[in-house]
């Protein structure tokens, strides 16, 4: 295979709130140029793998590589500095601010005395959306007058802000319509095709078959399977509820 | 100085038509952000468009907000497309003059199914014609295109197996129940032969084969000017032609088609050793960028797939054969052995020697086929008028009796 060593590895991570066990030795790959779709019942421990992998959350016990190397991803800088990029289920956007303040917010380009570096941070929006085949009229637009799904495709332009070669995203297409879903998911194609390793989390098999390599399932915070996306809908699903 | 200026003004004017074009429908404000150009300017032009009649103002709702959308004008009415295909879907809006206003790709599964991806390409049209500011009342006739042999009047698949997840359906009826229009159906071979034989590499000749080649490999066959469909819809259908007497089961039940050999898991499944998980497009892309293996698979399947259309033309002695689909998009990598194994053939040398041509359409010619298709059945109506229950009353049944004849 080629790109032997996984861009991203967990291996044997676990993770407890309390008495909670929402992670139980979980072991997940990722290489370059791939879609791994994280498929799981509510409460499964997605989101806690996808912020444990984003540096938000610590494991409490396991072991996170990254180019196979064993690393500790303390906060989400550090996630950064290893080329991880997330976007969370509840959507981080700043309603007033136009796209480009929004793509480049918390990472802006500053000159030498501080000063933001606007027209640059533009061009490179715009040429970041032209990138991932993004719709929106304009990088001056502010956020409130756009769609839930040029919203999304807002924060997916976010993650390729310093270049990261993995990118996490926790249910990107919930509460999409099925037009701003078939932007998103070509959005996800077109990561894969830049050769990221992208970790996409998802409660639609349809979505997910449609654009993963590989599909990942967890159940009760523990792996319950692993299947290819020619796997069907009702393979993966008896995996998701334990029928199988 | 005058010159500089009108070409100046020309630019202006052709940088809103992109705009309008690339979004489908866009308020003059937006207008103003995608173009550059300052908003007394961006009136102008606009004003200007519309009296040109090549754009229309339209009123419409933008995030809950009134606004004024500028579109493309509509002239006369809509058409709508669907291709249905192996890993995705596609729709388009276009106007009678066949300029698409809005487009829309959305992945598929493997093996998806009739009924979820017909709500979703439903969705899909309402979804594009809000975006050019139109209602479903415009749209005068949908054409779908499916990767199966299909029977024309009812759009259900005529070959078990071969598109599991949609057999037994009567699509045309189920589509035209979502959305209340007229629906014609076509295989996607037949609909790239459809648009090329029209306005494609072959408007000029009466006899041509159109060669799709993406997950599996098709043929639509131009007789006369006209697409042959044959008895069950299956003319054309060379993935299932034999070429390895011994070879696997295909998923039509026979042994050894076209398809087991030169299909996408066939091509796939070589390179998962050296190369890992490939998708079709991946192969095209890495061959576009000189991957040894990847031009070395492609171009086997051109001399596999020449083979077979060489029976094909010998049988029929066309003038032309026109190769889409997204292998064609390799170029020379797959259409040069194709070419070469139609060069062997003593009989397609006379007169005029056989030509292997790229789609003048590219990977859009099924889809321009199905608005072709749409478009041809409404000209067979009376010329609808554009008032609000123009076209629409026409029922599914009367409509199709034409079955693509032009
Ligand atoms: N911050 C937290 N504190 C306590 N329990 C938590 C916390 N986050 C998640 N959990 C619990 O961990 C389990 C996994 O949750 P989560 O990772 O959000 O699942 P999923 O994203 O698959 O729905 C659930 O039982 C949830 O209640
Ligand atoms: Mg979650
Ligand atoms: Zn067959």
Known sequence: MRGRTPLLALRQVSRYFGAVEALVDVDLEVHAHEVVALVGDNGAGKSTLAKVVAGVLSPSSGQVEVDGEPVTISSPSVANQLGVASVFQDLAVCENLDVTANVFLGQELRGRAGLLRDGEMETETRALLEHLTIRIPSVRTPLRHLSAGQRQAVVIARTLIGQPRIVVLDEPTAALSVAQTAEVLTHIQRLRELGLGVILISHNLNDVRAVSDRIEVLRHGRNNG???????????LAAITGAA | MVGSQSSLREANRARVVDAVKRHGGLTQVELTGAT???????????????????????????????????????????????????????????????????????????????DTSLDRAALLVVDLLERVGSELDEVLGIGLGLPAPVDAASGQVTVRGILRGWDGVPVAQVLSKRLARPVFVDNDANLGALAESTVGAAREVHDALYVRAGHGVGAGIVLAGRVHRGVAGTAGEIGHVQVDPAGNICSCGSRGCLDTVVGDRALLEPLRSSHGNLTLSDVVRLTNEDDPGCREIVADAGTVVGGVVAGLATS???????????????????????????????????????????AALGTRAELEGALALALQHTDLLEQPDTGPNGPGDVAVGQVRTGKGNR
Request: charge should be neutral; proline fraction near 6%; charged fraction near 20%.
């Open chain 1, 226 to 236: 692993s299947f290819p996306a020619s796997a069907t809908h009702e393979e993966i």
């Open chain 2, 36 to 114: 550059g150009l300052s908003p007394a300017t961006v009136s102008t032009i606009v004003k200007e468009l519309v009296a040109a009649e090549l754009v229309e103002v339209r009123n419409t709702i933008r995030s809950g907000r009134r606004a004024q959308l500028v579109t493309l004008a509509h002239r006369v009415g809509l058409v709508a497309g669907v291709l249905v295909g192996a890993r995705q879907l596609t729709v388009a809006v276009a106007d009678v003059s066949h300029e698409v206003l809005a487009e829309q790709v959305l992945p598929l599964p493997a093996e998806h199914r009739a």
């Open chain 2, 316 to 358: 029929l002695n066309p003038e032309l054969v026109v190769v889409g689909g997204v292998l064609a998009a390799t170029g020379e990598v797959f259409l040069g052995p194709m070419r070469e194994a139609l060069r062997r053939r003593t009989l397609l040398q006379q007169v005029t020697p056989l030509e292997v041509v790229p």
